[in-house]
């Protein structure tokens, strides 16, 4: 008991400082910054892609699935002759295993591509596993990848590191809020904009704080 209380201690003293630093560093753009490094803008693609992948995520249904359909539907509108493969690890637990890719699908035909463009990998279960078994898929062809922005600097260097050579990437950023666009009316019908970018930024930072040593973390593996 003398020793666990010294150790308690120290740890939320540990905790507590991690918590400060991480709140300051939230009032800079160190978070964004971070982020944004993370999303790869210096691996753009060096050709017209031959392939589209859409690494799944969450899968659907999920905000995070929709964003990635919905920018992967848009390039696939541009590059037309270019295959889209959805890689989304099957759940083998329930009865329709590939309902999530389904229905990732679905909604690449909702926004207009051909049935017939589309292409699953299903059977890897993290980002290397699923690189290797699309390299099976298509050799070395020039390949855009859609996912999160804190994923794509590990998906390009995991599918470099599968023998692909032409390797590029569309991180599906949201849509940022404008606090300018939260506003209040006053007695005058007059709209008063909120001064609420500190309050905005702050928490989006400090989600971006996690996901970037979430992300670094999993760099290092």
Known sequence: MHLLKPLLINLLAFFGAILII?????????PFKAYHYLSAPHYPIKSNPECILIL????MPSADGLRRTHFGSEVAGIFLSANVIIAHTANH???DSLKKSKLMARELVLRGVDT???????????????????FNQIWDKSVLVVTSPQHMLRAILTLKRSDFTDVGGLPKFESPIDPKSLVRKNINNIDVPEDLALRINMWSYLIYEIKVAREFTALLN
């Open 22 to 30: 991480a709140i300051g560093l939230s009032f800079t753009c160190l």
């Open 56 to 59: 799944g995520g969450a899968g």
């Open 93 to 95: 637990y329930k009865k």
């Open 116 to 134: 017939n463009r589309i292409y699953f990998e299903f059977d890897g279960t993290y980002t290397f596993t699923q690189a290797n078994n699309v």
